[in-house]
């Protein structure tokens, strides 16, 4: 079996420690926006929608919901703070894919794909109207997205994509002597900040007159469906005549879907901000988002402040499948990727790390998000974005108002909507077969991309991925 580039090529040891030796394991992108407090809920609040979770999704729905209606009265419940989490601490990446990309989507819904692409990029479309008609201070940057070839066998995987670019070309966009081939994306993708866009999410909202309640969590949801649904808090009370439950990775409030996800850990580090001859060193004038062509790949892109974000590749699954603080902290993973960093740009040797952290991502057997609803109609849910959520969240949003309308629109009547994934299984099965699939992936990224029985299989049943 053969080596990877990032086994061949590595950086000095005491490049590594010396990059790492005063990095802050916090979330930079948390450390640099002011964050506004909003009250916690006491008492009883009657509502005309509820809605479980400050990340995009729920903050998309908030946003979307008034400006559906202005007349309805919305409830926001956040259970810590507005976008704390996989949407605080994410790569900032905004992607129009609504499949996690088009071989997973050709692949189960083969029919409908070519709209599903056409919906992606009016959903991209209408994120970027949104933060202009707002005024959204979000270091939205509509740069689009290259993926480049690190491996020989990569870049025939590239070749016949749109916006191929040769060894030549894409040395000419950023030089790496990693990179071989590369395919620009140019309206795919862009680039926010995280955090800010969560912030002015949740400023839109309250300007639209959505009640946001922070440090609010949810405990219990009663209501058979029959009447209103009443989400119970430590302190208060929401009664609703609908939910929409936007919780991510943590455990669902509807024993349903409990099985439908797991949290995977994905770590980052990020960069201090690069002077103007490092910057020259490497080029990157067009600001694209990069990310390699393995499996386990690798998502690099810059900040306003020209920092680079370096985030990816181990993808870690703990045993029984909890979401918990000391998991972010895993030097292991953080020193493999600045070792893979200088790697990739070794004329940066002396860069230092000013954080580093990682996050949960609620990922599906499909790849995406999946939708339903439960309690009569009354309540609908969307989540499962396997880290993919940061466009395709306000998707969702549009998904879960058009479900809780009672009527059927185009994006109700897709099979992609309607359909759901198959569920993990229960431990132990759970983290044999996680962590089965994951060296699986590191034997196919030393075989030249090629998939074994056991991926093969995966494939068949519906549990396979090809980004």
């Known amino acids: 079996m053969g080596t990877t580039v990032f086994e061949r090529r590595q950086p000095p040891q005491g490049v ?59 409830v926001l419940l956040e259970a810590s ?19 996690h990309g088009h071989e997973n989507g ?29 005024g959204m201070d979000a270091e939205f940057e509509r740069t ?34 990693t990179f071989l081939a590369g395919a620009w994306d140019r309206e795919g993708s862009a680039m926010v900040h995280p955090a800010k866009l969560g912030v002015e999410l949740a400023r839109v909202a309250a300007d639209l007159g959505v009640e946001v309640y922070e440090h609010s969590i949810v405990r219990a949801i009663e209501g058979d469906g029959s ?25 669902s409030l509807l024993k349903r879907n409990r099985l439908m996800t797991v949290p995977v850990y994905d770590y980052v580090l990020m960069t201090e901000p690069l ?25 690099y892109r810059l900040t306003a402040d020209n920092r680079i974000l370096f985030g990816g590749y181990d993808a870690v699954y703990h045993y029984g499948g909890k979401v918990r603080p000391e998991y972010e902290d895993r030097i292991e993973s953080h020193r493999k ?55 395709a969240a306000r998707f969702a949003a549009d998904v879960m ?25 229960p431990e132990p099965t759970a983290s044999i077969g996680v962590n089965l699939v994951r060296a699986a992936m590191n034997r196919a990224d030393h075989n030249e991309g090629k998939r074994n029985l056991f991926l093969k299989t995966l494939d068949a049943v519906g549990m396979g991925f090809d980004s």
């Open 16 to 74: 590594v420690d010396d990059s790492l030796r005063d990095t802050a394991l916090r979330v930079f992108w948390l450390d640099d926006v002011d964050r506004p407090t909003h009250p916690r809920l006491n008492g009883t609040v009657r509502a005309d929608l509820a809605i479980v979770g400050g990340g995009y999704a729920g903050l998309w729905t908030a946003v979307r919901a008034k400006e559906r209606d202005p007349e309805r009265r919305v």
């Open 144 to 177: 689009g997205q290259l993926a480049v070839a690190v491996e020989p066998h990569q870049v025939e995987w590239l070749r016949d994509e749109p916006g191929f670019l040769d060894r030549e070309a894409v040395q000419a966009e950023v030089h790496s002597e």
């Open 106 to 134: 050709v692949t189960r819904w083969p029919e409908e794909i070519d709209r599903l692409e056409e919906l992606g990029h009016e959903n991209l479309d209408g994120i970027e109207q949104t933060v202009a008609r707002y």
């Open 401 to 425: 108002l058009d479900t809780l309308s009672g009527e059927a629109t185009e994006r109700t009547e897709l099979r992609m909507v309607r359909e759901k994934p198959i569920p993990f299984p």
């Open 275 to 299: 002077s103007a001859e490092q910057l020259a060193s490497i080029g990157w004038s067009n600001r694209q988002g990069l990310a390699d062509s393995a499996n386990q790949f690798h998502y």
């Open 337 to 391: 990727l600045a070792s893979h960093f200088f790697t990739t740009f070794p004329q940066l040797e002396g860069l230092r790390f000013t954080h580093r952290w990682a996050g949960a991502i609620d990922s599906s057997s499909r790849f995406c998000a999946f939708f339903g609803t439960a309690r009569k109609g009354r309540v609908t849910y969307a989540t499962g974005f396997t880290g993919l959520g940061v466009g």
């Open 227 to 251: 009447g209103p649904i009443t989400l119970v808090t430590p302190n208060g009370r929401v009664v609703a005549d609908a939910v929409a439950l936007a919780t991510n990775v943590f455990p």
């Open 81 to 99: 703070r507005i976008a704390w989490a996989a949407s605080g601490r994410n790569g900032g990446f905004c992607e129009s894919s609504l499949t």
